[in-house]
């Protein structure tokens, strides 16, 4: 079983930059990929960014390309994703999720395991 905490959530203002964290354990984290997706209030759940452990592969959606940064730390078994310039459309619960392939997957359906959710407000 796969455990993911994700982490780094906050307030900011519009312009300002957070880094979320998610841990994971459970596995062998090379094997991951790891997503990052995002709900705001009355909306589905879309992807941000994922990463393949394996090779390194990343994935941004449109809306945040050039401003956010998947990144890892393998040693750390911990996945980063850089949030700068950040937009009050930014704002939303954001999650970490895990598949045990090495595929870019960017439907929240093709994940198996989810960490709980840590909110991020960007304000004016």
């Known amino acids: 079983d796969v455990q993911l905490q994700a982490s780094g959530g906050g307030l900011v203002q519009a312009g300002g930059s957070l880094r979320l964290s998610c841990a994971a354990s459970?596995?062998?984290?090379?094997?991951?990929?790891i997503g990052w997706f995002r709900q705001a209030p009355g909306k589905e759940r879309e992807v941000v960014s994922c990463?393949?452990?394996?090779?390194?592969?990343?994935y941004y959606a449109d809306s945040v390309t050039g401003r956010f940064t998947i990144s890892s730390d393998n040693a750390k078994n911990t996945v980063y994703l850089q949030m700068n310039t950040l937009k009050l459309e930014d704002t939303a619960v954001y999650y970490c999720?895990?598949?045990?392939?090495?595929?870019?997957?960017?439907?929240?359906?093709?994940?198996?395991?989810w960490g709980q959710g840590t909110l991020v407000t960007v304000s004016s």
């Open positions: 459970g596995s062998t984290f090379e094997d991951y990929t």
């Open positions: 990463i393949s452990l394996s090779d390194s592969r990343t």
């Open positions: 999720a895990a598949i045990i392939i090495p595929v870019l997957a960017v439907e929240p359906d093709d994940y198996d395991y």
